[in-house]
């Protein structure tokens, strides 16, 4: 299976954290059971917001710099980031991805085990069903 990311509609996420989310894989598009694999294109000066999953995320940064941002024990850990960085959120840690650059940050997104859709990740699955 070839997935083409460019065919792949995406849902806008509004403001404060202007984003677009393209799902590729997951169970509710019948073509992966195990994982929810997606794409996050952050754009310049904005971010994913503060938010966890009860599942592992592995980002890899495809385009963009930024921070990642894990809050351990009530503290902010920032670290840098650029493209060919993985970044990692063990399930139910408080994380966020900032771009700080002037171009867009692409992030490519692995939640193992999957996760349930809601909210605007909900809303990109449908539209591909379509």
Do not use: W
Request: aromatic share 4%; glycine share 6%; with cysteine.
């Amino acid at each position: 299976m070839v997935i083409n990311i460019k065919d792949v509609p995406g849902v806008k996420v509004p403001a404060p954290n202007n984003r677009v989310l393209k799902t590729l894989m997951c169970p509710e598009l019948d073509n992966c059971d195990e994982h929810t694999i997606l794409i996050s294109i952050i754009e310049s000066d904005s971010s994913t917001g503060v938010h966890t999953h009860e599942a592992a995320e592995y980002m890899y940064v495809a385009t963009g710099r930024g921070e990642a941002v894990t809050i351990e024990d009530g503290e902010e850990v920032v670290e840098p980031i650029e493209p060919d960085c993985l970044i990692y959120a063990p399930e139910g840690v408080e994380h966020d991805v900032r771009n700080l650059g002037d171009e867009t940050l692409k992030l490519f997104c692995v939640y193992t085990p999957a996760i349930e859709a809601e909210g605007k990740f909900l809303e990109s699955i449908e539209i591909q069903k379509k």
